[in-house]
């Protein structure tokens, strides 16, 4: 079972801290308003964005730490095997007979480090797209001329 790219904690941290800064903002311009509109408000000024801030201090250097801990995949020789999930333990494996055709992609932040995704396209409805973020984007082209050597073999 292989592990993903280091880099990738901090692209999830960076993710989580945008959003979680916005939420932040959000409530503490909530309460700046609640406070001069002389408004009636449960909570004394202050409690919401602290508690904001605190909550999302712990999950934005938290839950990237842990999702990477417990990110794994393997391609065996049949079938491509996924692990993940913080609380939640999800094993995925995609047979290669099964892929339809598949994607390297980079946003901007994983460019900046290198890193790419795999995207899986199966056949099917339901869930039939999978994704395989943090690799090398060498990696990630290598897998994927792996699984398509494998799928243009199989074919014939």
Same mark, same amino acid.
């Given at each position: 079972?292989?592990?993903?790219?280091?880099?990738?904690?901090?692209?999830?941290?960076?993710? @989580? /801290?945008?959003?979680? +800064?916005?939420?932040?903002? #959000?409530? !503490?311009?909530?309460? %700046?308003?609640?406070? =001069? *509109?002389?408004?009636? @408000? /449960?909570?004394?000024? +202050?409690?919401?964005?602290? #508690?904001? !801030?605190?909550?999302? %201090?712990?999950?934005? =250097? *938290?839950?990237?730490?842990?999702?990477?801990?417990?990110?794994?995949?393997?391609?065996?020789q049949e079938e491509l095997y996924l692990e993940r999930g913080i609380l939640n333990r999800v094993r995925t494996i995609v047979p290669l007979r099964r892929i339809q055709h598949?994607?390297?992609?980079?946003?901007?932040?994983?460019?900046?480090?290198?890193?790419?995704?795999?995207?899986?396209?199966?056949?099917?409805?339901?869930?039939?797209?999978?994704?395989?973020?943090?690799?090398?984007?060498?990696?990630?082209?290598?897998?994927?001329?792996?699984?398509?050597?494998?799928?243009?073999?199989?074919?014939?």
């Open positions: 079972m292989r592990s993903l790219e280091p880099a990738i904690k901090t692209i999830w941290t960076i993710k @989580f /801290a945008s959003l979680l +800064g916005s939420m932040f903002l #959000a409530a !503490l311009l909530y309460e %700046v308003y609640v406070y =001069f *509109s002389r408004a009636s @408000f /449960a909570l004394p000024p +202050g409690v919401l964005t602290g #508690a904001f !801030l605190i909550v999302g %201090v712990a999950i934005t =250097f *938290s839950v990237p730490r842990l999702s990477y801990k417990y990110w794994r995949f393997d391609l065996r598949l994607d390297v992609s980079q946003n901007i932040l994983e460019r900046e480090f290198n890193l790419s995704k795999l995207i899986v396209h199966t056949a099917g409805s339901r869930s039939s797209d999978v994704v395989l973020p943090g690799l090398r984007f060498e990696e990630a082209e290598q897998l994927r001329d792996d699984v398509k050597r494998y799928i243009l073999e199989d074919a014939v």
